[in-house]
Structure formats: C-alpha cells, structure tokens
C-alpha cells in the first residue's frame, strides 16, 4: 500500500533542460541536481465551471493551467543560472544578466518525505522560471542564511498535456522511483 499520512521536508529538487523537437515533441536532459531546496509551493491555475441544463449543473468543464508559486533555495547554482534563465558566463568566469536573455524551460524534478520510510517523488513536466530574488543579510552574532525565491509557472506540457505526476517509493523495488533521477519520467502507454 502506497498510501502515507503526511509528507514533510524537500530534497534532491533537480532540474532537466527542455529541447524542443521537429512537430512539438519534446526531449528531457538528463536531470541536474540543485541542492539546498528550502521550500516549494505552487498554487492551481484554472478553474472548474459548471454549465447548466434542464434545471441541473449539466456538466463541469474543467480547465487544467498548471500552477505557478515560488521554490525557495539557500543558492542558485551557475548552471541553472546559464543553462535555465539564460545568463552568460564571459571569459573572466563571470555571470552576467542581459536584458535579452533568453530563458529555457525545463522540468523540475524532487523528493518529500513521509511520516513512513517511503518516499514520494515529483516531476512537474514545463516549467518557466522567472528571475530569483537578489538578497544578503549581514552577519551579526550569529550568521542568517539568505534564502531565494525562484518564481515558477508550469503549464502542460504542450506535447502531452501532462503536469506533474508523482511515484511513492523507497522501500521496494519499484522501477519508476528507482530510476527518478536518471530521466524524467514519461507516463507508459497501456499495454507497454
């Protein structure tokens, strides 16, 4: 039984940079770790409605936009910085940010923890990532961390209309959550 009561915490957040193929179809990097995830949270986008006939809500179309909120990390690593939001790294080894970058998009990949030893693991397909907050803190008595906030829209995958779609694992073999991380997972056709 794959249920579990609670999820808590957020590791191994990764990402996979997308590559936009002939007709649409899309192809995922191999995912890129990207320690020191703090936190995520992301918010529906779209909503039900209800359409009425004989007297009665007849039938409810639903529109599925994704979600955009915020990931929060302790830091952002270069590769994300060049590979995700565009920036480039000159000769002397430094990022510059250009008002015409141009962003990729990319699928986000992580792990939450249950009140169980299993696990459960995401991928949310197409994501856009806006630009983190620019932050320090001073040191005083004792050293604060900065932590920043990386905003995120992530739409359907135009390819396949997939979100997101999670695995609970970590007891067991189980093939999809063993393998999370060596590719982004695509949903099996029946009969495959």
Known sequence: ?????????????????????????????????????????????????DVYADDVSYVTLTANQGYEGNVTVLGIPEAFLTDILGMTKDTNGTIVENADDVKAKFALLGEFSSETALKKRFVLYYCTAGRADFAGNTKEESPEETEYS???????????????????????????????????YLKQKAGA
């Open 1 to 49: 039984m794959n249920d579990t009561k609670i999820t808590y915490g957020l590791k191994k957040l990764a990402y996979s940079k997308i590559t936009m193929g002939e007709g649409g179809k899309i192809t995922y990097a191999k995912p890129v770790l990207m320690p020191g995830a703090r936190a995520i949270a992301l918010s529906p986008k779209g909503e039900d409605k």
């Open 150 to 184: 990386i905003p995120l829209t992530i739409s359907p995958a135009p390819d396949t209309g997939d979100v997101k779609a999670t695995v609970v694992g970590g007891v067991g073999e189980n093939e999809a959550f063993d393998g999370w991380y060596d590719a982004v």
